[in-house]
């Protein structure tokens, strides 16, 4: 039977997750580890500071106080037993886009991530709304997406960066991962002991919609699949910066 791990970075209360799982369960036994509460913006932070709690809600789903990373970690490392280790992991899906430069800070793409790390494919799905989020579609191309990688099997260290436009789909695209145009916006306010505090946020100019990219693709109305991997080696810059004299100077190594 296949197995099936789930998780995300909006916590495990999540709709997109409860949707994704209903529609999974069609393909096999799914297995829920998420954390217990909203994670977005973790990225591929391991909690080392601190003990995690693991709380088994049934025989199927586990909360964890910590980020998607932890709970993959804990996932197929503790919870799952080495012999139902799972054929896939799941990530979303996301309440939101994880486009372009935006797929470094997601959690739900960095569940996937360490989930491809250690051995196991990894999808992430994320809906591209900002409201009314009906996620009856996504769920639906999450399972297509799904049986393809458990048929066809993903390159070693790949996994799949799934973005769903809103409204009506025209289809499907692979593409590359595009640039995001924005600033961070801080704003700063004052708690009730008078004490300061800080407000992160963005403001966006525009976005590379360049052909090709993920921007460009769910603004046509299309689904961006685009390949990532963990190794961020950028191979093209390889041969240039090998020509920096100083790097192979020994006298540099030996200045006091």
Known sequence: MTRILLTNDDGIHSDGLHKLEEALRELGDVYVVAPASEMSGASHSLTLARPLRIRQLDDRHWAIDGTPTDCVTLALNKILPKEEHPDICVSGINHGGNLGDDATYSGTVAGALEATILGVPGIALSLVARDNFDFKESAMIAVAAARKVLEEGLPEGTLLNINIPPGEIKGVKVTRQGIKNARPVITEHIDPRGKPYFWIGEEYFSTNSAEGTD??????????????????????????????????????????
């Open 215 to 256: 921007y460009h693709a769910v603004e046509l109305g299309y689904v961006s699949v685009t390949p990532l991997r963990s190794d961020m080696t950028d191979h093209q810059a390889l041969t240039a910066i090998e020509t920096w004299n100083y790097l192979r100077d020994s006298e540099l190594l030996h200045k006091s």
